[in-house]
């Protein structure tokens, strides 16, 4: 099965302050028929990219079985370390940069690489409040979110 996930992360007083995700997972069934489903949640002190790699890691965990699946997102940070390949780096030097620091959100990108992994996955990146419209739905759920009320924890879990 082919699946989109779109997916926009939010947060207000970036770093450290609310924020949120927004994800659109999309696929047409066997009969032609177009089916969504939108995730959001926002959280009490997180950062925008914590944010946009749990939308990314919230729409593959959401997948039932193995998909081809196209992930369509406006961060650069998400996109370009697979497109780019710093993933790989990152794991061949035991999750440190180039410059041999630690690499952030270590926790997220290995939730992230385990709800990618009996997937297919491809990344996309578009530009960001440009009128794409699947795009500004989950901008749209991922500042929502992050202005409600009901805002979780986010427990980081940063290597030292």
């Not at 939308?55 to 699946?69: D, M, N, R, S, Y």
Request: charge should be negative.
């Amino acid at each position: 099965m082919k699946v989109t996930i779109y997916t926009d992360g939010a947060a207000r007083g970036n770093p450290e302050g609310p924020g949120g995700y927004g994800t659109v997972l999309q696929y047409i069934d066997a009969k032609g028929m177009l089916h969504e489903r939108e995730y959001s949640a926002g959280y009490k002190k997180t950062t925008n990219n914590r944010m946009e790699l749990m939308a990314v890691i919230i729409g593959l965990e959401a997948l039932t079985k193995p998909c081809e699946v196209e992930v369509i997102s406006d961060s650069k940070y998400v996109t370009d370390a697979f497109n780019q390949h710093w993933i790989d780096g990152w794991l061949k030097k035991n999750w440190k940069t180039s410059t041999n620091k630690p690499v952030k959100n270590i926790d997220l990108w290995k939730r992230l690489l385990a709800a990618k992994g009996q997937h297919l996955v491809t990344f996309t990146w578009v530009k960001g409040h440009d009128g794409h419209p699947e795009n500004e739905r989950c901008d749209m759920l991922a500042t929502t979110a992050a202005d409600g009320s009901e805002l979780l924890d986010d427990y980081v879990q940063e290597m030292v």
